[in-house]
C-alpha cells in the first residue's frame, strides 16, 4: 500500500508548492490588459472599456508575495533592514531585467524611428531623449518629467517605489501590519481615492506627496497582504468536498465578474473589482477551491515567464500598429496586434533565453574583460 501511495505521489506534474492558478490567471489578465491597450489603436472602441484595472490583480498578487516574503525571513537583525530592503527590491527588478531590457530596446528603437524622427531640431531631440531616462530606470511614478518610451513600465514603477517604505515596515511591524495596518490602510485609501477622483485612471500628478499611481499601488499591495493572512487561515481548514466545489464556484465567479464588468461598467467600477479580487485571490492562493490543482501543469508554468514577456513587448507592438494606421476594423486590428504581441513575447524568451546561456556559460571570461582580479 506504501509503495503504490509513492507511485502516485510521483506522477504529479508540478510539486504541490506550485499554484497554477496564479499563473493561469496572470496570463487571462495579460491578455486583458493587451487588448484593452490595442482598442486604444483606433477609434477608442474597446471589448474591455475599463480593461487597465486589470492591473489591480497583478499589484494584489504582489503584495500576497511580498508577505510570503517577509514572513518567511527570520526576525530583522538590528542596524540591517535598510540593506535587506534594497535587497528585496534589487531581487524583483533582476528577475524581470532580461525581458525589460528586450521590451525596453525594441520600444526606444521603435519610438526613435515613429516619433523622434518628426520633432523639430537636433535640440529637442535631446531633450526628449534625455527625459526618457526616468522611464528608463523605472521612475514614471515619481513624479519627475519624462518621455514615455516603454508606457507598461508605470505599474512596475508604482509598485516598487511603494514597496520601498511598504516592505520595511511589514517587517519590522508584521503582525500589526499584516492584521491592522494593511487592511485599515487600503480600505481608508480606496475610501480617498473613490471620494477624490471616482476612479483609478492614470494621471501621472502628485496627489498629498505622492502620485496617484503610487496610491493606487498601496492600496492593491495591502489588499495583497491581508490577502495572504486569510489565505493561511483557509489552508488550516478541512473542507468537505461540498464547501470545496462552493468555494470554486465563488473564486470562479468573482473573476468572471471582474470581466464581465469590465465589459459593461464605467471607470469607478474598479472599487467593486477590489472586493471581487480580493475573494477570488484569496481562494486561489488557498488552493481550498475543488479546482485549487487543476493548473499545477508544465505548460500553465511555462506561461509565467512569456505573461511578462507579453506584458513588457506589446507596447512597442502597439507603437507599429498606430505608425502604420491601417484601415482596419476593431476586431481585425485586435487580432493583428494580439498575434504581433505573442510573436515577439516568444521571440523575446528565446533571444533572452540565449543570451542568458551564452553569460552562464562564458561568465568567468566576461567577468575579467571588465572587472580586475584583486591581488
Not at 502516485?8 to 491597450?37: C, E, M, Q
Not at 516619433?115 to 523639430?120: E, G, K, T
Not at 476594423?329 to 516568444?346: E, P
Amino acid at each position: 500500500m506504501k509503495q503504490a501511495t509513492n507511485n502516485h505521489a510521483t506522477t504529479k506534474p508540478i510539486t504541490s508548492r506550485y499554484n497554477g492558478g496564479l499563473d493561469f490567471w496572470k496570463l487571462v489578465f495579460t491578455f486583458v490588459i493587451v487588448t484593452y491597450h490595442g482598442g486604444q489603436i483606433g477609434n477608442g472602441k474597446n471589448i474591455f472599456t475599463i480593461g487597465a484595472t486589470a492591473v489591480e490583480f497583478f499589484f494584489m498578487l504582489s503584495g500576497y508575495f511580498m508577505a510570503v516574503s517577509a514572513v518567511k525571513k527570520p526576525p530583522v537583525t538590528p542596524g540591517t533592514l535598510g540593506k535587506e530592503t534594497a535587497g528585496f527590491i534589487w531581487h524583483k527588478i533582476k528577475s524581470i531585467l532580461p525581458y525589460y531590457l528586450f521590451g525596453y530596446i525594441i520600444s526606444l528603437v521603435i519610438y526613435i524611428y515613429t516619433d523622434l524622427r518628426d520633432v523639430s531640431g537636433l535640440g529637442e531631440a535631446v531633450k526628449k531623449l534625455s527625459l526618457s531616462i526616468p522611464n528608463f530606470f523605472l521612475l514614471s511614478t515619481s513624479g519627475l518629467e519624462e518621455t514615455t518610451v516603454l508606457g507598461m513600465t508605470w505599474y512596475i514603477s508604482a509598485m516598487l517605489l511603494a514597496m520601498c517604505f511598504l516592505y520595511p515596515l511589514l517587517r519590522k511591524y508584521k503582525d500589526m501590519y499584516l492584521h491592522v495596518i494593511a487592511p485599515l490602510s487600503a480600505i481608508l485609501l480606496a475610501g480617498y481615492m473613490c471620494q477624490k477622483f471616482g476612479n483609478f485612471k492614470l494621471t501621472y500628478e502628485l496627489d498629498i506627496f505622492v502620485t496617484k499611481e503610487i496610491l493606487r499601488a498601496v492600496v492593491g499591495i495591502n489588499l495583497g497582504c491581508t490577502i495572504y493572512v486569510v489565505s493561511e487561515k483557509l489552508k488550516k481548514v478541512s473542507f468537505t468536498n461540498v464547501s470545496r466545489v462552493l468555494l470554486a464556484v465563488v473564486e470562479w465567479g468573482c473573476y468572471l465578474w471582474v470581466l464581465l464588468g469590465m465589459h459593461f461598467m464605467a471607470a469607478d467600477y474598479v472599487f467593486v473589482e477590489l472586493f471581487l479580487y480580493f475573494f477570488a485571490l484569496t481562494i486561489t492562493t488557498s488552493k481550498q477551491s475543488i479546482l485549487g490543482h487543476v493548473f499545477d501543469h508544465g505548460f500553465i508554468k511555462a506561461t509565467n515567464r512569456f505573461s511578462l514577456a507579453l506584458y513588457l513587448c506589446h507596447s512597442a507592438c502597439r507603437r507599429v500598429i498606430r505608425y502604420l494606421n491601417p484601415a482596419w476594423g476593431y476586431y481585425q486590428t485586435i487580432g493583428v496586434f494580439v498575434l504581433f504581441a505573442v510573436a515577439t513575447a516568444i521571440v523575446c524568451m528565446i533571444v533572452v533565453g540565449l543570451i542568458q546561456a551564452f553569460l552562464k556559460k562564458h561568465e568567468v571570461g566576461i567577468k575579467k574583460v571588465f572587472i580586475r582580479e584583486s591581488v
